[in-house]
């Protein structure tokens, strides 16, 4: 009965080490949604894939690669997708806007990769007034900054004449 007993503990050690071995070499997986080709904003993500900072903590990396910011946040919407990096915030507000269970987590950069840029003969926003600006769409990030860039001064930017995602023949 003694040997029987030593015998089954033997085996319920060896069956215990065994699983836990096998549940710490298991290494979290994620799905990232990913679009295009890398951008400065996402340049911390794939730095950290580089240098192994998931590897370091069990973390394997599956990126998904889309055509489109709107591509990737219908994705993450349908719950293909653990997270997205590099997608243009304002699909992701329109989303959520709209009921999809997504929440911006955090927001890497404190100053916005966007500028105005002017012909040297323009001097400050004043004299924007009544000029044509090229925005990437009606419902694009950069129609988002240029509104807010332009919101101090709200009778410039009822003045000025967006062309919308396309280049004007000269």
């Known amino acids: 009965m003694c040997g029987l007993w030593r015998h089954l503990g033997t085996r319920l050690i ?3 080490a065994l ?14 949604g990913v679009t295009g080709t890398p951008t400065a904003l996402a340049w911390p993500f794939y730095i950290a894939i580089e240098k192994g900072f998931f590897a370091a903590e069990d973390i394997t990396v599956d990126k998904i690669y889309a055509p489109s910011s709107a591509a990737v946040i ?30 911006i987590v955090r ?8 500028e105005l840029l002017a012909k040297p003969s323009i001097k400050s926003l ?17 129609r988002i900054y240029l509104n807010r860039m332009l919101e101090p001064s709200s009778r410039i930017a009822m003045s000025i004449w967006c062309t919308l995602g396309r280049l004007q023949p000269a």
Do not use: C, H, N
């Not at 699983?19 to 990232?32: N, P």
């Not at 927001?107 to 966007?114: E, H, M, N, R, S």
């Not at 004043?126 to 950069?142: A, F, N, Q, R, W």
């Open 126 to 142: 004043k004299e924007l007034k009544g000029k044509t600006v090229s925005i990437g769409g009606p419902k694009d990030v950069t």
């Open 107 to 114: 927001i890497l950069v404190q100053t916005p990769p966007y």
């Open 74 to 103: 219908l994705q993450a919407t349908a719950g293909a997708l653990d997270m997205t990096v590099e997608g243009a915030f304002v699909d992701v507000i329109r989303a959520i806007e709209k009921g999809s269970p997504l929440a």
């Open 14 to 16: 060896l069956a215990s």
């Open 19 to 32: 699983l836990a071995v096998s549940a710490t070499e298991a290494a979290e997986k994620i799905v990232v």
